[in-house]
């Protein structure tokens, strides 16, 4: 596609549901990045894939978050049991450039609005 | 942890005015300092990046100064316009690595 694209748009999940979040990047992007954006803040980054391995998942706020890529192009954020303090707006970013390759430019989708209730 | 500081959290400015965004970093392997602008439902879009290797970037109205040895860097908005308005992150990456810090932004509102 174009740009990134992420689904659903908007969700709304009752406190202890499981939710799944989709990001389709940009086609032959390498780089696939997770963020999780707080009214009012920065983006914080959750985790990162290069192609479908999974090489970075240090931002992930506890085991509840699971990312995944299995053929290195979609990608799942799954948060179980979600809790009042997972609202947030998730970003799915996605870059030509690898982990450790030249510096490239971050293409972030429209994100992925959660209110847990 | 804060890698990267920002300030001021909300800025108003007439139309045709300078907007200033200031920014502050400790980690001294940061390599690239990008700065993103956000619309309101929109994601984060790159408007401008520095090296430090260099000290000034200009890129139409928009300009970043960069000083190393404070390990301070600036957004400066010439002639805004309306159209500016929008949250700015400054933001920071490591060498040799893609992940980017972003700062908790500056809210810029440009009145007519």
Redesign the interface.
Known sequence: GAG?SQSPRYKVAKRGQDVALRCDPISGHV?L?W?QQAL??????LT?FQNEAQL?KSGLPSDRFFAERPEGSVSTLKIQRTQQEDSAVY?C?S?Q?????P????F????SRLTVL | QQQVKQSPQSLIVQKGGISIINCAYENTAFDYFPWYQQFPGKGPALLIAIRPDVSEKKEGRFTISFNKSAKQFSLHIMDSQPGDSATYFCAAKVRGYQKVTFGTGTKLQVIP
């Open positions: 990134v780089s990045f963020y009012g803040q920065g983006p914080e980054f990162y970075d970003l970013a870059s450039a690898g982990w450790t390759g510096t490239g430019e971050l972030f989708g429209e994100g």
